[in-house]
């Protein structure tokens, strides 16, 4: 009884490590948060998630920090793949920062586009989303031998992606490019 007791308040210690290191990220407490996500990062070193956490803190720490931010931003970028985990895809984006602030454009320029190519697979999937989305469900009140419909299941039900979602990926991929075409021509004048 005892051990089960001890097993669930370790649980919940770690749960709540996670929620106060959030909290002090978004009260701009970075330090703070450092020491609660490099806590997390030790307990479960392949969540790249803490990693991307990490690498956003020493970034707004400032510019002493950079190659520290850089060096997490980097192992969540490559993590991302690797493991499953909630690292958002705009760690690409804040790794392109990082290494822009520690004048790392090439690197950077390599970066973006990787994201950019994330966001154009996410545009073409909320794309097909929202076509599937456009037809009706099948009706499965109704007895019927025709297999052949063009759903994919009996039971479908409608996907729920919005236009405002998709309006933004494309907003967020026109920004991306544009960045991409700026230190493209910065690099090039060097």
């Known amino acids: 009884m005892i051990f089960i007791l001890l097993g669930s308040a370790a649980i919940a210690q770690t749960e709540i490590t996670d929620m106060t290191a959030k909290k002090l990220f978004n009260s701009t407490r970075y330090i703070d948060a450092i020491n609660q996500y490099e806590v997390l990062l030790k307990e479960e070193p392949k969540n790249t998630y803490y990693s991307y956490c990490l690498g956003l803190c020493y970034m707004n720490l400032g510019m002493d920090v950079n190659r520290i931010a850089i060096d997490y931003l980097a192992t969540s970028v490559e993590g991302m793949n690797q493991f499953k985990n909630s690292t958002p895809n705009e760690a690409y984006y804040h790794y392109g920062q990082a290494l822009i602030r520690g004048d790392q454009k090439e690197k950077a320029i390599e970066i973006y586009q990787n994201f950019a190519n994330y966001l154009k697979e996410d545009i073409h999937f909320e794309k097909e989303e929202l076509a599937l989305n456009s037809f009706p469900n099948p009706r499965t009140d109704v007895a019927t031998t025709d297999t052949s419909a063009t759903y994919v299941h009996s039971d479908a039900t ?17 920004i991306i490019e544009d960045e991409i075409a700026k230190f493209k021509k910065e690099v090039a004048h060097k």
Do not use: R
């Open 158 to 174: 409608p996907l729920h992606v919005s236009t405002d979602e998709l309006d933004k990926l494309e907003m967020a991929l026109g």
